[in-house]
């Protein structure tokens, strides 16, 4: 059966990939992305993509209207937008640990508290999360980071707790290493460092990590909440 499925940050790298594989489940799905064009694929595959930035309260809230307009309400969510801003303590600002914070964490509350207006509604729900296996390991350089990505587990597992009676799940996919534009920064340098650490001997493919957040908003997946999946190549265990 179609379901009205919304990706945040779905225009490219893991959100790509994760709109994609619902897509081909014939999903009604749907997009947000901050800046630049969705990619033609998506659109020309039916995909509904809408510009919002989700730390603006305001453009989160436009955004849930034009998808229930075009989809009705959002039964599937995944939590995937998020940004790094990496720098040692010292010399971290507050800018950059709250602007981190502010999109990572804050603004998947937004999209969250809002999607879960009409799951409560329909009495039923999937919420997956995209934390990152540096919130349960920690990494120097991404003390923003990595304290964003924890606070994820906390407060997923605190609305599985919450909402668990009114059918509504809420689980956590923590990706080790993927190639996207958020990893081209790396050195060759580093990359071969965390390869190094990796015990499959690999980064991460985005489908790698979409198939993941398939199952967990799948019927297989129906008694699955609260639960923190590590997609890291082993990395983290
Ligand atoms: P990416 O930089 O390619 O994509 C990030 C997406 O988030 C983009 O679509 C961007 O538009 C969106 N975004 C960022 N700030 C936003 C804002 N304020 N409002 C709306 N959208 C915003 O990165 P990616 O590697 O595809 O990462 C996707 C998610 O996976 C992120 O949450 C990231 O932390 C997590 N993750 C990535 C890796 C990795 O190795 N690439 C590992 C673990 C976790």
Sequence with gaps: MSRSVLVTGGNRGIGLAIARAFADNGDQVAITYRSGEPPQELTEAGVLAVRCDITDAEQVEQAYKEVEEKHGP????????????????????????????????????????RANRGMLR?????????SSVVGLLGSAGQANYAASKAGLVGFARSLARELGSRNITFNVVAPGFVDTDMTQVLTEE????????????????????????????????????????????GLGM
């Design 74 to 113: 959002v039964e599937v969510l995944v939590a995937n937008a998020g940004i790094t801003k990496d720098q040692l303590l010292m010399r971290m600002s507050e800018e950059d640990f709250t602007s981190v914070v502010d999109t990572n964490l804050t603004g998947t509350f937004r999209v969250v508290k």
């Design 122 to 130: 329909a009495k039923k729900g999937r919420v997956v999360l995209i």
């Design 190 to 233: 580093q990359r071969k460092g965390i390869v190094s650490q990796v015990p499959l001997g690999r980064y991460a493919r985005p489908e790698e990590i979409a198939a993941a957040v398939r199952f967990l908003a799948s019927d297989d997946a129906s008694y699955i909440t609260g639960a923190v999946i590590p997609v890291d190549g």
